[in-house]
Nanobody
Framework: QVQLVESGGGLVQAGASLRLSCAAS????????MGWSRQAPGKQRELVAV???????NYADSAKGRFTISRDNAKNTVYLQMNSLKPEDTAVYYC????????WGQGTQVTVSS
């Protein structure tokens, strides 16, 4: 059974940083990509960042220059370093993984106060 466990969310003030982690376990090979999406109240889920198996990354425009996605292949873990957080970054952040299918974590809340 595949499981994605996220951690690192919380309540911070604008300008602060947070680091999200997502550890994958189970029958997860081969991993083609891992990434993060978010969903704010009343809004559609949007892709934040993704990292492919070869290391190529892609970011939403809102994340470029502030967020960095990275991956520890040995630990099957993906990270999202979020700096200079803004109130509009407030959302539930979901980790996802693509192997032969797509898996999603349960989400972790990030709240940025002004």
């Amino acid at each position: 059974q595949v499981q994605l466990v996220e951690s690192g969310g919380g309540l911070v003030q604008a300008g602060a940083s947070l680091r999200l982690s997502c550890a994958a376990s189970g029958s997860i090979f081969p991993i083609k990509a891992m990434g993060w999406s978010r969903q704010a109240p009343g809004k559609q889920r949007e892709l934040v960042a993704v990292i492919a198996s070869g290391g190529m990354t892609n970011y939403a425009d809102s994340a470029k220059g502030r967020f960095t996605i990275s991956r520890d292949n040995a630990k099957n873990t993906v990270y999202l370093q979020m700096n200079s957080l803004k109130p509009e970054d407030t959302a539930v952040y979901y980790c996802y993984m693509i192997t032969t299918t797509e898996y999603w974590g349960q989400g972790t809340q990030v709240t940025v106060s002004s």
